[in-house]
């Protein structure tokens, strides 16, 4: 069965400051991974898309990396602000559903 | 506007009660999705619908069921069965079970035992 893992689980930081979340998963048999945000209480909106046979995708201040083969993604946001502040949930596609990490909650300070 | 709508916002159960919880889509498509969400967790996958009349088991199906009679709806009841129904339930859809896009979500119901 299909294991995603987050690290960290939670992250503050000040604004400006660029960070990375990590994403792994124990099957490299996917047909993408997925980048979700999700706000206190609402449903997830999707930030960036990479298929299996992609490296990288990229949107605005969002990068997001995939090395299949050794089963890691990265999402890299660029000069943080208040607003990035939410829960990013990675997701990966291996079957007909999607399977998710538990997140990494960020905090963005002023 | 196209997208996802999940009924009600909030919901209470009491014991012994079965409540049906609602997802409509007007994005035209074809695999639909039902998800617990718990605090501190990621998502599991409870019941997935790939066509209208057929819908598979996910991980976590004991004390839920589900029906699909239309391409745009498709409800999911709580059981008395279900014994810990105290969650956050998110529906999603995309084109394709398994295809490419990405999965659109609805807005979530929050359920609470009475």
């Known amino acids: 069965k299909q294991e995603v893992t987050q690290i960290p689980a939670a992250l503050s930081v000040p604004e400006g400051e660029n960070l990375v979340l990590n994403c792994s998963f124990t099957?490299?048999?996917?047909?993408?991974l997925q980048w979700f945000r999700q706000d206190p209480g609402k449903g997830l909106t999707s930030l960036l898309l990479i298929q299996s046979s992609q490296r990288e995708q990229t949107s605005g201040r969002l990068n997001a990396s995939l090395d299949k083969s050794s089963g890691r993604s990265t999402l890299y946001i660029a000069a943080s602000q208040p607003g990035d502040s939410a829960t990013y949930l990675c997701?990966?596609?291996?079957?007909?559903?999607?399977?998710f990490g538990k997140g990494t909650s960020l905090l963005v300070t002023p | 506007d196209g997208g996802i709508t999940q009924s009600p916002k909030y919901l209470f159960r009491k014991e012994g009660q079965n409540v049906t919880l609602s997802c409509e889509q007007n994005l035209n498509h074809d695999a639909m999705y039902w998800y617990r969400q718990d605090p501190g967790q990621g998502l599991r996958l409870i019941y997935y619908?790939?066509?209208?009349?057929?819908?598979q088991k996910g991980d976590i199906a004991e004390g839920y069921s589900v029906s699909r009679e239309k391409k745009e709806s498709f409800p999911l009841t709580v059981t008395s069965a279900q014994k810990n129904p105290t969650a956050f339930y998110l529906c999603?859809?995309?084109?394709?079970?398994?295809?490419?896009?990405?999965?659109?979500f609805g807005p979530g119901t929050r359920l609470l035992v009475l």
């Open positions: 997701a990966v596609l291996s079957g007909y559903a999607l399977n």
């Open positions: 999603a859809s995309n084109a394709l079970a398994g295809g490419q896009e990405t999965q659109y």
């Open positions: 619908s790939q066509i209208v009349n057929d819908f």
């Open positions: 099957d490299s048999a996917i047909y993408n």
